[in-house]
């Protein structure tokens, strides 16, 4: 499996580890997967990426790798602004697709990618790596399981300090144009995860703020901020339960701080990814009593306890981290390319992120005035 890589930025770099790694995390390992080449926007960072890569090719135009007959993946880790162009062409060509989220910077982009990747049969993913993790593997199981009985209401949030700075420098991630703002960016991770844990959406309300209008360019000059900076949702889901969903740059002292908290009849679900180590999970079923008997959050001990094929390095007990989730989504991926069946979001998953957040925007837009989430064939 030859890869050509599109972006070398810090999830370019990312997905290189991820795929260097494989061979250790997994037994029986996949067929070589080796990246061929290397498109940047910059002469020099594409030489300095495919030498870090071991790829022979430094390319600045991705036509020759997406032309390249020797090529048999292309792995989009691009601004978002770029995802639809090179994942068209890339299916076009007949080329598997890794894709970074957000899949595209509309839902009429995405659409068409599905759409295109279904045509064409073709293995297309998006790059949801939180699913991957342990602890979220779990309370997927608890609740298919119906271990939370009837979802009552929920809450899942993404919060970063990166903006809560003046000082900090803008880039394409401030810009709509670019396919900035951070409910494309943080919230598709958790509207995805919402989604891949507790089913569709059929109501989403709105609200955004951009806390510094007017912020320095990277190069000093003046830049007008027009993409949110932090993003508040109200949402109904399908299977009747409310909650919130937030995105948030300016959450002053946050880290990597994504959480989620299910509630249902019959127990809930608290995770944080700052704590990738456990689940917490409240059984309702657990007798009370004197000091409390038995009731309560459990944390369940998650670690690096994946199932087979996983689980076999650094051994069940080691505790996991963010990266962790990049090794099993990039394992899910290369698994489905060379004929197997993990699962793993495809774009019409990507593309029912990209709807979810198109209506929330709306919402936002319109002073918050709820918006109906069509139904979307995501099999869900
Ligand atoms: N899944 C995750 O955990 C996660 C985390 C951060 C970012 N992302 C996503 O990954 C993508 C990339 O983000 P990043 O933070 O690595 O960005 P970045 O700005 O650090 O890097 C972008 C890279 O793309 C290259 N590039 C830009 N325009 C190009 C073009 N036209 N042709 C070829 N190369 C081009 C740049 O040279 C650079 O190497 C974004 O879509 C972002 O949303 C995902």
Redesign the pocket.
Known sequence: MNIGL?????????HAYALSNQKFFYRPPLPDAKIVGV????AE??EE?ARLCGAPLAV???ERLIGDPNVDIID?????A??FE?AKKALAAGKAVY????LAVSFAEAEKLAALAEEKGAVARV????RFLPAVRRAKALLDEGRLGRILTFRFAYLHASAADPKKPA???QTKEA?GGVL??LG??VIDLAVYLLGSFSEVAGRAQIGFPIRAGKDGETWRTDAEEACYLTAALKNGAVGTVEANKLATGCNDDLEFSVYGTEGALRFHLMEPNFLFFYDGKREGGDLGGEKGFTAVECVGRTPAPGGIFPGVKAPVG?LR??IG?MHAFLDAVAGGEEPGPDFREGAYVQLVTEKALRSAENGGRAETVPDYPTGK
């Open positions: 599109i972006g070398f930025g810090s999830m370019g770099r990312t498109c940047t926007a910059h960072t594409a990426a600045t135009e991705e989009i880790c691009t601004p978002n770029c995802h090179t894709c970074e989220k957000p790059v949801f790596n939180n880039g394409w991630k396919g494309r960016d598709s991770h963010w989730g990049h989504s």
